[in-house]
């Protein structure tokens, strides 16, 4: 019954985090961080990302373009472009170290040690990851909320407002981090079952070569 709960806990929180990754991956490339509607021209909208900004107009349509400069960029956005990148990798990782450590996995079966510290380094990583994703989304939502209620600035200049990347990047990050949590509870819980018994003999046979197939020979 442990065994059944670890093996369900792990592969919960594997999932998870596979989701969370790549709706990282997606929140980082949508131009949909910010969004801007013009009351002198509703027919035209314009949103903002970390790569490019874009304008949608009833008659021409979508039309974007990227930054043409890194440093010209604000702090968050700059900050944000360099953690989202990193947030990506680390969770690449977090499930490649994680994946390689699932009891329900016969790779290396016999290396126990092995398979518990891959699976405390990738939720470790996967955790990583998760803050990494909802650090900058949480500063780019407290920037606009800062901006919009600026009273310096005139009533009649447009203020721009959540977009639809901010929502997605707090769910991903949220999926990472309780994905993380889940692989280290697993590890917490009781310990695989020992290996099956064709991995038991070939490991018994490894320190005894005399025996084959489980008996022991006769000494001629």
Not at 14 to 28: D, E, H, K, P, Y
Request: aromatic residues 10%; hydrophobic residues 45%.
């Amino acid at each position: 019954m442990a065994f059944i709960f670890r093996t369900a806990t792990q592969s919960v929180g594997l999932s998870l985090s596979l989701l969370g990754w790549v709706l990282a991956i997606i929140t980082t490339y949508l131009p949909h961080w910010k969004t801007l509607n013009l009351e002198l021209n509703e027919m035209e909208n314009w949103t903002m990302g970390l790569w490019k900004s874009c304008v949608t107009q009833e008659e021409v349509g979508k039309q974007c373009k990227d930054f043409d400069s890194f440093l010209a960029l604000p702090a968050e956005l700059q900050t944000s472009r360099i953690l989202m990148s990193l947030s990506n990798g680390l969770g690449l990782l977090g499930l490649l170290a994680s994946g390689c450590g699932l009891d329900c996995l016969r790779l290396g079966e016999t290396q126990k040690g092995l398979k518990r510290r891959l699976l405390i380094v990738g939720g470790f990583l996967l955790w990583t990851s998760g803050v990494m994703v909802l650090v900058p989304v949480s500063w780019v939502a407290h920037m606009t909320v800062q901006e919009f209620w600026d009273e310096t600035l005139p009533e009649i200049v447009p203020r721009w407002e959540f977009g639809e990347a901010l929502f997605l990047g707090w769910f991903a990050g949220f999926c990472l981090v309780l994905g993380g949590c889940l692989l280290h509870c697993a590890i917490c819980s009781s310990p695989a079952p020992p290996a099956s018994g064709h991995y038991a003999v070939a490991r018994l046979q490894q320190h005894h070569p005399y025996l084959e197939n489980g008996t022991t020979q006769p000494k001629v």
